[in-house]
């Protein structure tokens, strides 16, 4: 019962915060039109540099994912942005996304390299690849978080993700799997780390715009929840969270 309460009352606090800060920064919701053409461009030139195609790219999508990190960043802190933080943001946290990115990548290519026949093997008519991946999704799932929340390394970021999912797996997961079916409700898509940087929610049409507009306001929204929800979660412990409010309870 305890349990259930802290994840109400926890959720409650982070919902009375997430809804103001959401819609007094409704600039956000732009962000993605700006990487949508930045990505546009980035593939029509990519070709231009052969065999170094592959860093520009990773390079621009860390630049990208910087930048709204940032912004979440700054509307969690400070409660609003600026132009001057959009400009600022593509750089601050490129270095840091570029090396976890590059270390993916190898542990990706090394999977597929040496273990590709096991990776194929069925358990319980799931591939062993894909079961890894979903392994990975859940363990590293606050690892958006822990990029602009943490000053950590790359090898750092991910231990620490392993640990706070294992010490917060059920207080995080409920609520982030709410949103998650809310937002595939709304938009029809799953939320994956590419709907961060030039996504594919917009259509070409009014209704499409629209739609896109509503779809990246509440994915404003999902990320700053879930921002604020990890500050809650990782400054403090179920104990400590229920103690603090029974003392200021009048």
Not at 29 to 40: E, H, Q
Not at 142 to 149: A, S, T
Request: charged share 15%; proline share 3%.
């Amino acid at each position: 019962m305890n349990i259930l309460q802290d994840i109400l009352e926890t959720n409650k606090d982070v919902l009375k915060k997430s809804i103001p800060l959401t819609l007094n920064n409704w600039p956000i919701l732009f962000t993605g039109l700006v990487y949508s053409v930045i990505i546009l461009f980035l593939f029509r030139i990519a070709f231009l540099f052969w065999i170094l195609a592959g860093i520009l790219v990773t390079l621009v999508q860390s630049a990208l994912i910087s930048n709204y990190l940032y912004l979440i960043e700054n509307i969690i802190r400070y409660g609003k942005i600026s132009i001057e933080d959009f400009k600022r943001g593509f750089t601050v946290y490129i270095w840091k996304i570029y090396g976890i990115m590059v270390v993916i990548w190898f542990v990706n290519y090394g999977l597929s390299l040496f273990l590709s026949p096991l990776l194929r093997m069925q358990v319980a008519f799931v591939s062993l690849g894909s079961l890894i991946q979903l392994a990975a999704f859940v363990l590293l799932n606050c690892l958006p978080e822990v990029i602009y929340q943490k000053h950590f390394m790359a090898g750092e970021s991910f231990s620490y993700c392993v640990e706070f999912i294992k010490e917060n797996w059920l207080d995080w997961f409920v609520p982030n799997i709410l949103l998650g079916i809310l937002f595939f409700a709304l938009t029809g898509r799953a939320l994956t780390a590419n709907l961060l940087i030039g996504n594919s929610l917009i259509r070409p049409s009014i209704n499409g715009i629209i739609f896109y507009l509503v779809g990246q306001l509440f994915l404003s929204f999902i990320m700053i929840y879930r921002g604020l929800l990890f500050q809650a979660l990782s400054g403090s412990t179920r104990r400590k969270r229920m103690y603090m409010r029974n003392m200021y309870r009048p």
